[in-house]
T-cell receptor, first 114, second 114 residues
Framework: AQSVTQLGSHVSVSEGALVLLRCNYS??????LFWYVQYPNQGLQLLLK??????LVKGINGFEAEFKKSETSFHLTKPSAHMSDAAEYFC????????????FGGGTRLMVKP | EAGVTQFPSHSVIEKGQTVTLRCDPI?????LYWYRRVMGKEIKFLLH????????ESGMPNNRFLAERTGGTYSTLKVQPAELEDSGVYFC????????????FGPGTRLTVT
């Protein structure tokens, strides 16, 4: 069985500040891990994914995430927030086999203050 | 290349009525997934098609939900009869062949049952 916990349903940062969105997972098998972003009135867009290669994963729009097996974490970071980063972010896990369902966390809504 | 499309974008129906949601995956994608997000909750898996066959329908809530994928192309999800707790956003996603773990999501259908 798998589960994902995202700490903080709402996170607010100032423009230019560090963005840190937390994700912890549990999985009985080696996981694949994903971060998705949903902008208003749009579908989910893949930001980045970890599939057992490099533990530091770089994604689109300057985001990156680090897989830490010992902490069962996959936190999402961005050094400097932009107003356009305001959206809802979802962490998801899939067992390490292709074509499997995603298990999502509850989502974190990121607000960026000018 | 066209992305995953879903129709309608919004649907408001009364309790007891029937609603059919449609998903058109990316052309050539064998895997098609349905997910649902009830307000305030996490996105949850409903079912997975590989071509026209149901690979995994463990997330379907009950027998009021019927999913089909005609000829391995588009898919429909019928809710009959609808109940208040069926309200939420229904997402469709698709991915390529057996080795693909990157799912592409549609914009979702927001279903409101009154």
């Amino acid at each position: 069985a798998q589960s994902v916990t995202q700490l903080g349903s709402h996170v607010s940062v100032s423009e230019g500040a560090l963005v840190l969105l937390r994700c912890n997972y549990s999985s009985s098998v080696p996981p694949y891990l994903f971060w998705y972003v949903q902008y208003p009135n749009q579908g989910l867009q893949l930001l980045l994914k970890y599939t057992s290669a490099a533990t530091l994963v770089k994604g689109i729009n300057g985001f990156e995430a680090e897989f830490k097996k010992s902490e069962t974490s996959f936190h999402l970071t961005k050094p400097s927030a932009h107003m356009s980063d305001a959206a809802e972010y979802f962490c998801a896990v899939s067992p390490s086999g292709a074509g499997n369902m995603l298990t999502f966390g509850g989502g974190t809504r990121l607000m960026v203050k000018p | 290349e066209a992305g995953v499309t879903q129709f309608p974008s919004h649907s408001v129906i009364e309790k007891g009525q029937t609603v059919t949601l449609r998903c058109d995956p990316i052309s050539g994608h064998d895997n098609l997934y349905w997910y649902r997000r009830v307000m305030g909750k996490e996105i949850k898996f409903l079912l997975h098609f590989v071509k026209e066959s149901k690979q995994d329908e463990s997330g379907m809530p009950n027998n009021r939900f019927l999913a089909e994928r005609t000829g391995g192309t588009y898919s429909t999800l019928k809710v009959q009869p609808a109940e208040l707790e069926d309200s939420g956003v229904y997402f469709c996603a698709s991915s390529q062949g057996h080795q693909s773990y990157e799912q592409y999501f549609g914009p979702g259908t927001r279903l409101t049952v009154t």
